[in-house]
């Protein structure tokens, strides 16, 4: 049960009192408590043959008002004012998502979305949400033997990774540290009227748009990096790179790096032998 004094430290983070109290009134472990859950039968049978009992459903919300930053019309330029914007604002909603699964005593976060979403409140403001299932190891979770599920910031591990995915990783020997993610959002110059011109009906490369996407995704990739690097972890998998032009137009994009940081539990990594399976169907 949540305290009053949590309660105030979640509510100065933005968790709103409905939040708590649906979270209070699951009471995980409790004889004749429920739980919530996102995943799809197959995935919750896999996270429960993993060692892991699904909590609850928890989620991390923040609408949030990007800011105004033009990019001069011919120079291929980062927009620092709105990559800072779309980082900060999906950092509130993953950290307000953190906080209910560690309410509910979570060792971690599964099946993680996070999604934006322009609303009609204005052109410039969007809604980043985060959701997922929180889930709390059995003794015997990987084989036993792990006594701390958690990262090195003493926060639930969290992972977009797929039911059966999060199966395989654990029983091969490794564990989730934590979503890491890296934003840019960058403004692709203007071809000069010449140019435009000079390329009709040639094959050419066009150099500076080449040069400002490369450029982009390297810069999303790099600050993922940097965040997995903060949590000590051997790798990142499940990396996805995507791209959104949200609503700025042609020629100013958003490049978004994100993946699952990952650690080994043991030094040997046993890779289950996959099986075959024929399908009777006609």
């Known amino acids: 049960m949540t305290d009053q004094k949590e309660a105030a430290d979640f509510g100065a983070m933005g968790v709103p009192q409905d939040a708590i109290k649906r979270l209070a009134e699951l009471t995980p472990g409790k004889a004749g408590a429920i739980f919530t859950s996102d995943l799809s039968v197959n995935e919750f049978l896999l996270v429960r043959e993993a060692g892991f009992r699904p909590l609850g459903l928890v989620l991390g919300s923040s609408i949030y008002h990007v800011g105004l930053q033009i990019g001069r019309w011919s120079k291929n330029q980062e927009l620092d004012v709105l990559s800072q914007a779309m980082y900060h604002a999906r950092e509130l909603a993953m950290t307000r998502m953190e906080v209910e699964a560690k309410t509910l005593g979570a060792d ?8 934006v979403e322009m609303k009609e409140f204005g052109s410039d403001i ?3 949400i985060a959701v997922g299932t929180a889930v709390k190891a059995e003794p015997n979770a990987a084989g036993g033997g792990v006594t701390n599920w958690r ?5 639930p591990f969290t992972s977009d990774l797929s039911g059966q995915d999060f199966w395989t990783l654990i029983r091969a020997g490794y564990a ?9 959002v960058y403004h692709v110059a203007h071809q000069r009227l010449g140019s435009v011109i000079g390329n009709i009906g040639r094959n050419v490369e066009i150099e500076q748009f080449t040069q400002a996407l490369y450029d982009a995704r390297e810069l999303a990739m790099t600050r993922m990096q940097a965040e997995a690097e903060a949590l000590h972890a051997e790798g990142i998998v499940g990396v996805q790179l995507r791209q959104h032009s949200h609503t700025w137009g042609g020629h100013t994009t958003e490049f978004f790096a994100i993946g699952t940081a990952v650690r080994p539990l043991r030094a040997d990594h046993v890779i289950e ?7 009777l169907d006609a």
């Open 108 to 115: 971690g976060v599964v099946g993680v979305r996070l999604d």
């Open 151 to 155: 990262n090195n910031k003493d926060l």
């Open 126 to 128: 969007a809604e980043f």
């Open 273 to 279: 032998r996959p099986t075959m399976v024929l399908s």
């Open 176 to 184: 989730p540290l934590g979503m890491v993610m890296g934003s840019c």
